[in-house]
């Protein structure tokens, strides 16, 4: 009878290449000295990488790897370290769902490797809805996944701090506020710039005579292009202009009908130029960015050697968001004289740096958010406001405005004397929504922070919500903290409190729906401090003579809402609800926080809390 010793190497190697990674270091290479050594070459290894990982970090240098001679790398190697952190991150996740002591802590374990995670944390997103704690799985995976995501783009604005007047790396610094609702999706910084590559190419393919053109003729060509192919502008101006997607660039390239701001079709057009040989930057012009175009040293935009050497650059301007047609300077000084600005009207007139448009960029989400918030009489409307394309509408739009924030700190100066202007309002929504980012803040943030403060001309204090330093202990220990239990020991108290965790309730005064996630029998002073910012407090009693009465002891609940994780709900105001129909999906997703799954039969939500209420 032959055996696999009879078969030439050519089809043991053709062989292994169907065999999984996991059984052939356990299962083939122990075999014989020979298997062993087939089951070590190099291109086998390469790919194994190729199919057991999407997802690298940037320290493995990956795409130069794979052009590489195989032999040059140590593939096995590098299979088996990205193993290893996929099983770590698999551990770190277990713990988090397995108690809250220590959650903060683990997980930025895992968003500390990065992309190196990403593979394991997207199958987690996707878990099957029969696993056991298929909410809470989804959840944290979601959290880590779009905190590493987080970290990369304020990484990106990092970079800024050291060159603050680069015209440089437009497209990732743009790009860098998609990472911030990119959740699940491929369209990260890296797509971005493909996206643009492929662009350029497109282009090449499709217009022909290129090197034939001078800069001015190549730049026409491009932005008509553009505007004929519909990537720039966007339909309907006065209905969409303040729509979340138009501010974000990688929305405006993967989207179909491709909508932007000016400043987004501007950033368009340039990163395009740039790839196509020309020098090109986003003019920050007030009130609609523009576009510049640069002739080559020693010639015109006509192509023209320049009579002077020594002198400046011949610029043009374009409109790639509402024109196919050069923009003439002219024009561009009246508006200017319009606006009443004549004194300094050339500083509006020159490229600007990189941080500029992103700051303009930043400021432009913070507009649709509070023109999403205005829009108060039109539920359709600000729904297609807030519409993206993944992700729940209205924590997309907390989440861009948390990166217009986080861009605000990064590409300012710390010598300017208003870098903290709006540091307590970030550290507020900070701690109380995105405390998994403490890891980005203390990379990225702390240096600025203690930059600023050591140089400051007079110093003074700094505490509370005005302090990064106090804000990260704060939550340091809170992640350290040992449960506090909670206990229906006597008949009182389960007679007192009637509803349990993960009980539904619709609130009788407000109309919102809710999930209980904690209660207390005795009034709401032994709540924890951070929920006491709700909207309902015990009542004061006064007496016909005008004297305060003991307040009678009600039953409080912490609930979770769609928008909020930290309310606490009088008994007395909570309808409890039994049709799954009436909850919001949005309230599936944050559930996750602090319940395993969602049981249909009785429309509650399975405890993760059993540290806390070991009784409900």
């Not at 795409?63 to 088996?80: C, G, M, Q």
């Not at 729906?513 to 209660?519: A, D, L, P, R």
């Not at 015990?538 to 930290?566: A, Q």
Request: net charge negative.
């Amino acid at each position: 009878m032959p055996s696999l010793d009879d078969f030439p190497d050519e089809i043991i190697r053709h062989v292994l290449w169907f065999v999984s990674p996991e059984d052939n270091l356990g299962v083939i290479q122990p075999l014989s000295r020979r298997f062993y050594h087939l089951g070590n070459e190099a291109l086998l290894w390469r790919h194994y990488c190729r199919i057991s990982f999407t997802y690298w970090h940037p320290d493995h240098d990956i795409e130069n790897k794979f052009t590489a001679i195989p032999s040059s790398v140590a593939w096995k190697s590098l299979w088996i370290t990205r193993k290893r952190s996929t099983t770590k991150v698999s551990r770190l996740l277990d713990g988090i769902l397995s108690t809250k002591v220590g959650q903060l802590r683990k997980l930025q374990q895992i968003c500390l490797l990065g992309y190196d995670a990403k593979d394991y944390l997207l199958e987690q997103c996707h878990v099957d809805e029969s696993a056991e704690d298929v909410l809470a799985r989804r959840y944290y995976a979601n959290s880590a996944l779009d905190s590493i995501h987080r970290g990369i783009a304020v990484d990106v604005w990092s970079k800024y701090q050291s060159n603050p007047l680069s015209t440089r790396g437009l497209d990732r610094a743009l790009g860098a506020f998609d990472m911030f609702v990119l959740h699940d999706q491929p369209q990260d910084l890296d797509y971005i710039s493909r996206s643009f590559d492929d662009l350029a190419e497109r282009f090449r393919r499709e217009v022909p005579g290129l090197e034939d053109m001078s800069t001015r003729e190549k730049a026409l060509a491009l932005v008509r292009w553009l505007r004929a192919n519909n990537l720039t502008g966007m339909h309907d101006p006065d209905r969409n202009y303040r729509n979340l997607r138009n501010c974000l660039i990688g929305h405006a390239l993967s989207e179909d009908q491709h909508p932007s701001l000016p400043l987004i079709s501007s950033a368009i057009f340039c990163c395009v130029a740039e790839r196509l040989g020309m020098t090109s930057a986003c003019c920050s012009f007030p009130t609609h960015a523009h576009a510049t175009v640069f002739a080559p040293p020693g010639m015109t935009l006509d192509g023209v050697e320049e009579d002077n050497p020594n002198a400046e650059l011949e610029s043009m301007f374009l409109d790639p968001f509402g024109s196919d047609e050069e923009v003439t300077l002219l024009d561009l000084r009246m508006k200017l004289a319009e606006f009443g600005w004549t004194q300094t009207a050339d500083a509006f007139l020159k490229a600007s740096p990189v941080v500029v448009i992103v700051q303009r960029a930043a400021q432009n989400i913070k507009g649709a958010h509070a023109e999403i918030h205005n829009t108060t009489d039109n539920e359709g409307r600000v729904s297609e406001m807030k519409r993206l394309r993944t992700g729940h509408p209205d924590l997309n739009l907390e989440a861009a405005y948390y990166s217009s924030m986080w861009a605000d700190l990064l590409t300012k100066r710390t010598s300017s004397l208003h870098w903290d202007a709006n540091l307590n309002s970030f550290l507020n929504r900070f701690a109380l929504s995105w405390s998994e980012d403490a890891w980005i803040v203390e990379k990225y943030l702390v240096p600025l922070y203690d930059a600023f403060v050591n140089g400051q001309p007079q110093q003074r204090q700094r505490d509370g919500w005005e302090s990064v330093h106090e804000i990260l202990a704060m939550l340091r220990n809170l992640d350290n903290r040992r449960p506090t239990v909670s206990r229906r020991y006597t008949e009182e108290i389960r007679t007192r409190v009637r509803y349990k965790i993960g009980q539904v309730f619709k609130h009788k005064r407000y109309g919102y729906i809710g999930i209980i996630n904690g209660w207390d029998a005795a009034g709401t002073a032994s709540l924890p401090p951070h929920y006491h910012a709700g909207e309902e407090t015990d009542d004061e009693i006064i007496s016909p003579n005008g004297s305060y009465l003991p307040r009678p002891v009600k039953t409080f609940y912490t609930c979770l809402r769609p928008t909020v994780d930290r309310l606490r709900v009088s008994q007395d105001n909570m309808e409890i609800i039994t049709d799954p129909s009436l909850i919001p999906e949005t309230l599936f997703y944050l559930a996750g926080k602090f319940f395993k799954r969602f049981d249909r039969d009785t429309c509650t939500f399975v405890s993760n809390l059993k540290e806390y209420y070991p009784d409900d």
